[in-house]
């Protein structure tokens, strides 16, 4: 491929409120400088957080009709009637973690029909690449969005707690634009004695946990967040070992937990009596158990948010009912009749925005951008050392093997 002429187009997001890019400009023009053999079509876009005159600058080519691209690059699901047959697409599809006794995923664009837009790239003869699994020989990601997410997610959770105190409502993420302005004004906040649980260990988890240290919280271990009352705002993260473990009382492994699932039973609930506020970052899968059931929520006592910042759907968390948007972040789950309630009512309230990273868009397009420059074109261009294939979903109008459990879902 090396030697041939390429063509690589960015799509117009069809989401909306998505101004996400996979791409930046700057990235676009060392793209360009380093192959000699690239073409990049770029669909025009109002609503991206860079502008068309930006990525013209920069050398791409505007295009609206993108039908000679080899490969397609996007962020979120493609609208299925944009979808252009025989193509190589490589977005987010939140496919993977369908599983045969699931009907949808449990994340993506809602109102994405997902058997819809499968079954179309199967007609279509379109080869579907999927960012999520590109990862190495250990499983972990080469890139994504989580970082963004987690810092966003953890800032929207603050805000809320904010709100619900009768404190001043910070300005929204999307409203300042810039990461420098959000932790001068989070650094200024009283958070008073906060007492936060914190999930997950990855990306998001690590970006949440940056938040907090600007906002002032202290780190604290498992065994002092039991034991222990501060007078100032406090936080404990703790990995799948400390929220997960085996029925039968056998030691856990990490690996272990992966192959057997239904084995293991969450941990996480003999915690949240303690929090005042649970931010979820873990990774989760369908087999996986869930943190805890609808009927356990009573004896949180002082649990008052959970900013679900995975937000899987019907997942992990019972209370993430529906995702909720950048424009409408928040609801209150009725801990009575386990129905969604107005804000400000009597019950948790939760925040589950689904595309966190979008109220960042520049800052969050920048480090993915980073991440498809090092890690993903070079082994579409020059060949590849297994990660394309191992996250290429769909090809020649069938499922890949790794795959082919999403014959469930599609028949």
């Known amino acids: 491929m090396s030697n041939n002429k390429y063509t690589l187009s960015i799509i117009r997001e069809s989401r909306k409120d998505d101004k996400r890019t996979p791409l930046t400009p700057k990235q676009i023009s060392k793209l360009l400088k380093k192959y000699d053999n690239l073409k990049i079509l770029v669909q025009p876009s109002s609503t991206r957080c860079f502008e068309d005159k930006d990525y013209y600058k920069a050398g791409a080519t505007l295009c609206e009709d993108i039908s000679s691209s080899d490969i397609i690059f996007g962020v979120k699901e493609v609208e299925v009637s944009h979808l252009i047959e025989n193509k190589t697409y490589i977005f987010f599809s939140h496919l993977s973690k ?19 837009l499968l079954r179309e790239i199967l007609k279509k003869n379109i080869t579907l690449i999927d960012y999520e699994n590109i990862r190495d ?4 990601r080469y890139l994504g969005f989580g970082r963004f997410a987690g810092i966003v997610g953890c800032y929207n959770t603050l805000n809320l707690n904010l ?30 004695k906060l007492k936060i649980l914190l999930t997950g260990r990855g990306r998001a988890a690590k970006g949440a946990i940056e938040m907090l240290e600007y906002a002032n919280f202290k780190q604290i271990s498992l065994k002092e967040y039991l034991n222990k009352n501060y007078n100032n705002p406090v936080f404990c993260n703790i990995s799948a070992k400390q929220h997960v473990e ?44 869930k943190l ?37 972040p928040y609801y209150t789950f009725d801990i009575n009749s386990f129905q969604e309630t107005s804000l400000n009512k009597e019950g948790i309230a939760i925040m589950a925005v689904d595309n966190l990273p979008s109220e960042l868009p520049r ?39 790794l795959y082919d459990y999403l014959k469930y879902f599609i028949n």
């Open 163 to 192: 709100n619900l105190e009768k404190k001043i409502f910070l300005p929204r993420a999307f409203e300042l634009k810039n990461y420098e302005k959000i932790k001068e004004i989070i650094n200024k906040q009283n958070f008073g």
């Open 98 to 116: 369908i599983q045969k006794d699931t009907n949808q995923a449990t994340q993506g664009t809602p109102g994405m029909n997902k058997r819809e």
């Open 246 to 289: 085996r029925s039968d009382n056998k030691s856990y492994s990490k690996e272990d937990f992966i192959l057997n699932p239904s084995k293991y039973r969450s941990k996480v609930k003999n915690y949240l009596s303690k929090a005042d506020i649970f931010i979820a970052c873990h990774y989760w899968n369908p087999k996986f158990p």
């Open 363 to 401: 800052d969050s397009s920048e480090e993915f951008g980073k991440g498809v420059l090092s890690q993903v074109i070079p082994f579409l261009i020059t060949g590849d050392d297994g990660r394309i294939k191992n996250a290429t979903i769909a090809s020649n109008r069938k499922l890949c093997t």
């Open 292 to 328: 805890f059931s609808l009927k356990e929520i009573k004896k949180f006592k002082d649990l008052k948010i959970i900013g679900d910042i995975t937000c899987d759907v019907n997942g992990s968390i019972p209370t993430t009912v529906r995702s909720t948007t950048i424009e409408k």
């Open 137 to 140: 020989n250990l499983g972990i």
